[in-house]
């Protein structure tokens, strides 16, 4: 069960939440209005749009080198080379995003010229790839002035209008397949299927010509590289824009173009191995050449033409070794080609391989290799960017380490080259020994047969290996691959958001109005109803006084069966319950500042307590600022000023109004000190004679915020009626209020609320709670204004 408090509390509540939802539904057409202007926006903004989309693909780096059971994916897995593949990622997403590859795949796509559809209302356009109807024929001999619009209005599939606005002011008749030609245009339309032409959906279009450097730039900043957390050598590549046939095949020739580079550099390095042993053929061709014409000269010459069997052994044996020992003087090239490369400054090319040259050492093999992916990872970075970066630097310190590495396995590889060749040279010398011992013609024979065999048998050799090498570069994959293409149909629209735009319109439309009352509620320092006056006083609220609808100032006198009369009766049955005794008699009416009715509210109760045959006198004590006296039509030369200045007598300040019951005691001329003539013994005299006489003393004070007439007269009076306005007096009134109560400057004091206007959704009950009179004055048809 609910304390009386509490239910107190909870029906008050009840009251403020009726009351603002009240307030809400009563301003429905700004509800209706602001819905019909944001679902507007929200349609106009769907319909009229150009829808963008996000399309993606992706492609995988490094596969070759991360293959199942590989070290490198065993070291990957176990931790140890994370960090160098988050290097090697940013590299790679840097690569991508270079202005190289940007411009590489805008060359080898048919980007060159943009092609627009106009709505039939000109209000929407739409971007076209590869489904305009028609086809610009550019002369690749002229230059065609860029992002310059040429509009097309398609007649038929015979005929159309070309129309150059601005400057240019160009309208011509043309029609398909005739060339157009213009000092800054050459070129000429056809279409695309003249067999399936269907102009029913749009005859308008625009399109412009691109200038390929700005459009790299523009794809290059479009373009968004993500790498995906859980396949770390994956790349997700994305790009926003209005066709997505377009993005996709943009997307999809700059991966090409990516693999075809990273094959590109791998290609370099085969080619480089093929370019040596091309120059070591060369020297071998030639002398072979010349032992071959030597070896035929010599049996023509001398009519020999097989050796001996002692002498075929010995050949043979000895063009062993001979091979051997030209092996290894391949060897000692490469060697020597290695120093002499190592040997320079900048060293940023390909080394060859020492296994394509039947090198038999790993570990030179295998920093060879290391150098080879150094190197093309720095041409790589280098196709990016000229400036110096930090990984720039990382790799050549890694480069110049491999060198050192380098350089000290040549030179143990050169030296056990040499031993092995002197080794061979003594096996050598000890046939050379036998073949002296031949006959001299077939010792010659034999010398020119060993040179000869030698040289063609070198020459197979780096014949064999040039196969090798050139099988090696025709074999070549590149390390990357494309993961997903990008297609079309997968594309994802990003605007319009039709049904968050809907929403967001709805939001607005409703959130706006809500937002205005309740900013007007939350800004507003104004007294607005009862609930101000309880929430913030505990001054008794005496009732309240309805709007004055009429231009007069006594309108409860010219129609006295109005609503507003019935507060003022209202007012004055209230006041009996006050007004208790007999000789309580004089009501003060004051307020905080001019204009908020204190006038007009003591003139009214004084007239409607007159018309209920009572005597009363209205007291103009607001000698500063006089205006009862207007109000009755009655001269202002003798009144109070006068009777307390000791210029005139008591009988001579009160006069006979045109209401019955109804005397007044006008304020009288100015005087220079009001405050002090307040606090005169005629004061206290006149208040006296003034029981004697009437019923009721009402008194008019001024404003209690501008002087303290009002707390001087206070104590003259037996009820004090403060005033204050609705929608007019500011809440900082109460301040004033409570200090007064608090500190007893002003007795027995009420709250009277003018000026009231309370809307129909207040309903009656509301109404009802400012006292029996004032509810009953609301059961007038008739509302308040």
């Not at 010349?290 to 035929?296: A, D, I, M, S, W």
């Not at 093999?365 to 990984?391: A, G």
Request: glycine letters at 4%.
């Amino acid at each position: 069960m609910l304390t009386e408090t509490e239910n107190k509390l909870y029906k008050e509540e009840s009251i403020d939440f009726k009351k603002y939802l009240f307030k809400f539904l009563a301003n429905w057409y700004w509800y209706v209005i602001c819905l019909s202007i944001t679902l507007t926006i929200a349609y106009m903004v769907n319909r009229y749009s150009e829808p963008t989309y996000t399309i993606s693909s992706s492609v995988i780096i490094g596969s070759n080198e991360m293959e199942m059971g590989s070290i490198n994916a065993l070291i990957s897995d176990l931790g140890m080379n994370r960090r160098r593949m988050r290097t090697e990622v940013v590299n790679e997403i840097a690569i991508l995003k270079s202005y190289s590859m940007a411009r590489q795949a805008i060359e080898q796509l048919d980007f060159e010229i943009t092609y627009v559809s106009v709505g039939r209302r000109e209000i929407a356009e739409s971007k076209m790839y590869q489904t305009n109807p028609f086809i610009v024929i550019v002369d690749s001999n002229f230059k065609q002035k860029n992002n310059y619009p040429i509009h097309i209005k398609i007649l038929n599939n015979h005929e159309y209008i070309l129309e150059i606005n601005d400057k240019y002011s160009v309208k011509q008749k043309l029609k398909f397949g005739e060339s157009f030609i213009h000092k800054n245009f050459n070129f000429k339309l056809q279409l695309r299927d003249t067999t399936n032409f269907n102009n029913n959906l749009s005859n308008k279009y625009y399109f412009f010509f691109n200038e390929v450097n700005t459009l790299a730039k523009k794809y290059r900043g479009k373009l968004i590289i993500e790498p995906n957390e859980q396949r770390g050598s994956v790349l997700t590549l994305k790009i926003n824009g209005f066709v997505p046939a377009k993005m996709a095949a943009y997307l999809n020739k700059l991966s090409e173009v990516y693999i075809q580079t990273d094959l590109m550099q791998k290609n370099k390095q085969a080619q480089n191995t093929i370019d040596f042993i091309d120059d070591q053929l060369q020297v071998i061709l030639d002398s072979l050449n010349k032992v071959e014409h030597r070896l035929q000269k010599f049996r023509s010459d001398n009519q020999i033409f097989d050796l001996s069997q002692k002498g075929s052994i010995l050949i043979n044996d000895l063009n062993d070794l001979e091979n051997r020992k030209m092996e290894y003087e391949i060897h000692n090239h490469y060697y020597n080609y290695m120093l002499d490369y190592l040997s320079q400054k900048e060293a940023f090319e390909f080394l060859v391989n020492p296994s394509s040259l039947s090198i038999n050492n790993l570990n030179l093999e295998k920093l060879v290799e290391d150098f080879n992916k150094s190197i093309s990872k720095l041409n790589r970075i280098n196709s990016v960017t000229n400036e110096p970066t930090p990984n720039k630097t990382i790799l050549k310190k890694e480069l110049d380490a491999l060198k050192i590495n380098i350089l000290e396995q040549v030179a143990v590889g050169k030296n056990l080259n040499q031993i092995n060749q002197r080794k061979l040279q003594e096996k050598i010398i000890l046939i050379e020994q036998e073949i002296s011992k031949l006959p001299i013609s077939e010792r010659n024979l034999v010398n020119i047969e060993r040179e000869y065999k030698l040289n063609n048998g070198l020459y197979t050799f780096l014949l064999e290996k040039r196969a090798e090498a050139g099988i090696t570069k025709a074999s070549n994959v590149s390390n990357n691959k494309i993961l997903d293409h990008a297609i079309p149909e997968n594309a994802s629209m990003l605007t319009p958001k039709r049904s968050k735009n809907y929403m967001i319109a709805l939001v607005l439309g409703l959130g706006i109005p809500c937002s205005i009352i309740l900013l007007s509620n939350f800004m507003n320092t104004k007294i607005e109803d009862k609930k101000d006056v309880e929430h913030n006083t505990n001054v008794p609220l005496l009732g309240a006084i309805g709007h004055n609808d009429s231009n007069h100032e006594i309108p409860v006198y010219i129609d006295p069966k109005s609503a507003l009369s019935e507060s003022f009766r209202s007012l004055r049955t209230n006041l009996q319950y006050i007004l208790r005794e007999k000789d309580q008699k004089v009501i003060m009416i004051t307020s905080t500042l001019s204009g908020e009715g204190k006038t007009f509210a003591a003139v009214n109760l004084a007239v409607i307590i007159a018309m209920a045959s009572k005597k009363v006198l209205l007291v103009g004590l607001d000698l500063r600022k006089p205006s009862l006296h207007k109000i009755f039509d009655i001269p202002n030369e003798i009144g109070i000023s006068n009777y307390l200045s000791q210029q005139s007598n008591y009988k001579d300040s009160i006069k006979e109004t045109y209401i019955e019951n109804l005397s007044l005691a006008p304020s009288g001329p100015v005087p220079p000190n009001p405050a002090e003539l307040i606090e005169t013994q005629e004061m206290n005299q006149f208040f006296e004679q003034c029981k004697k006489d009437f019923d009721y003393i009402i008194i008019d004070t001024p404003p209690l915020a501008m002087v303290t007439d009002a707390m001087l007269v206070s104590k003259y009076s037996d009820a004090n009626i403060f005033m204050i306005r609705q929608k007019y007096s500011h809440k900082q009134v109460f301040e004033l209020i409570n200090k007064l109560e608090q500190e007893q400057k002003i007795k027995n004091m009420n709250i009277l609320v003018n000026d009231l206007k309370i809307s129909k959704y207040y309903g009656y009950n509301y109404g009802y709670n400012y006292g029996y009179g004032y509810g009953y004055g609301y059961n007038y048809n008739k509302e308040l204004k």
